[in-house]
């Protein structure tokens, strides 16, 4: 896969650990917006619940001498920190009789020489408001006041008040750990998300490398165990495989039938045309029945090439293919006594492609060479590896190297056309090679024609692609 911007964004195991890590942190983001939120309203409902009980105690404890004045002992409440200066937790009353309100008529020992500057607002009888604001030593207090009348004509103003500092340390102190959970939490999801996709892509992974198998030439069909999902994929491309076996056999049958069909009335004509030579009919007799021969030949070669090259999982080793044909062009050439020798070269290089399309190249190439070879024919076999990253299989090169008198380099592109042939005393429809440039175009190989090193002869070069050792 490609490692660019493009390859990135076209992976799925990309583009699903992408759509997780964004889903995961935003419901971890949320997740921790409404727990900070739900645990600080818990926080300070308890907060205020517990100062609302020492409201109630301080009113319990409020009462009026003689003269009307409120009077508060402060020895009958509980809490020692209303004895403490600044200890964080403090009362105070103030008389809101008049229009001018007077404050800190009375106020706890712990506020000191200090006192609690209250918003003025107005409050119904009974009715409890809370405020927060600053108190001694800028620490923040959160306030409780209420309203208490001793008689119609007296209104005073109660409030206590007990600072933040602790509660606001405690949410502050869960903000960390709620944080640090839910970045740990994060991190697992992930590494789940991370093991569940490798796992759900790892069949789609063997997919892969069955088809590259397969391409490469190993076998000839998808194999393996897959889950449901992924096995019915297969199934049908080793019936569209087997689909396409069953139509190149049919071709071929197709195609030998009517190769048969036209071979034998071609015949009756060539061997009427040379019982009847004295006449003129017989050498136009006998060139139509040679070029029909030719066409029957290119076009039996070109559906065949049709049908067999690109097929899948075909792998044919080129020493072994190359042992069979010089076996057999020297009983074809006996008589001429020529040395065809092959180099030892690695067995294991292998052609990504048909046996008979492969016999067929190297056939023609090497059968024209012992036509043109004076007294000897060399053959050498190597393996190229793949010229750039992008290209998945390397490359087998095969030379054929005769003695022979060569041609010009003007004349070598003219033999690779249909039909063409430099010496009309040599035997041959002129189709061998034009044959051999088809086939080799068709697998994207190169053929190539040149003069060898020593000067004299032909050299013929095929690059063809290699299957996997």
Request: glycine share 8%; with cysteine; hydrophobic share 45%.
């Amino acid at each position: 896969m490609s490692s660019g911007p493009q390859g990135l964004m076209g992976s799925l195991r990309f583009r699903l650990l992408a759509a997780t890590l964004l889903g995961v942190s935003l419901a971890m983001v949320l997740a921790g917006v409404v727990l900070n939120g739900l645990f600080h309203e818990h926080v300070m409902r308890q907060f205020e619940k517990g100062l609302a009980q020492q409201l109630d105690q301080v009113t319990a404890r409020l009462s009026a001498d003689a003269q009307g004045q409120p009077l508060i002992d402060a020895q009958a409440l509980s809490d020692p920190r209303w004895q403490r200066p600044y200890s964080g937790l403090y009362w105070q009353l103030d008389d809101v009789t008049s229009a001018t309100t007077q404050l800190g008529v009375l106020r706890s020992r712990s506020l000191w020489d200090t006192q609690l500057a209250l918003p003025a607002d107005v409050l119904r009888d009974g009715e409890i408001h809370a405020h927060e604001l600053s108190g001694p030593g800028d620490s923040r207090l959160r306030v409780l006041e209420r309203t208490v009348r001793p008689h119609e004509q007296v209104r005073w103003r109660l409030s206590v008040a007990a600072d933040l500092n602790d509660t606001n340390e405690a949410v502050a102190g869960f903000q960390r750990m709620l944080a640090t959970s839910l970045a740990s939490l994060l991190l697992l999801l992930l590494a789940a998300a991370w093991a569940q996709v490798a796992v759900g892509l790892r069949p789609l992974m063997a997919l892969q490398q069955g088809l590259n198998t397969l391409r490469e030439g190993r076998t000839t069909r998808l194999a393996g165990d897959y889950p449901s999902e992924v096995q019915a994929l297969v199934d049908n491309f080793n019936s569209v495989l087997d689909r396409n076996d069953e139509v190149v056999g049919r071709a071929r049958t197709q195609a030998g039938n009517l190769a048969h069909a036209l071979k034998t009335p071609l015949t009756v004509l060539d061997q009427a045309s040379r019982q009847t030579n004295t006449t003129s009919l017989a050498p136009l007799v006998r060139e139509q029945v040679q070029r029909a021969r030719r066409h029957i030949d290119w076009h039996l070669a070109r559906a065949r090439m049709a049908a067999t090259t690109g097929l899948p999982g075909q792998r044919v080793p080129v020493v072994h293919t190359l042992q069979g044909l010089v076996r057999v062009m020297q009983r074809v050439h006996a008589e001429r006594d020529l040395a065809i020798t092959l180099e030892e070269g690695d067995e294991r290089v292998q052609f990504a492609g048909e046996a008979q399309d492969l016999q067929e190249m190297l056939g023609n190439v090497l059968d024209n060479a012992c036509q043109w070879a004076h007294s000897a024919v060399h053959i050498r076999v190597w393996s190229e590896q793949a010229v750039s990253s992008s290209a998945s299989l390397g490359r087998c090169r095969v030379e054929i190297e005769d003695d022979g008198p060569g041609m010009p380099a003007e004349q070598m592109p003219r033999v690779l056309q249909r039909g063409v042939r430099l010496d009309e005393s040599v035997p041959g429809s002129g189709l061998g090679l034009a044959i051999v440039q088809d086939l080799v175009a068709v697998y994207g190989g190169e053929l190539q024609l040149q003069t060898p090193a020593k000067g004299r002869g032909l050299c013929v070069t095929l690059r063809l692609p290699a299957a996997s050792a």
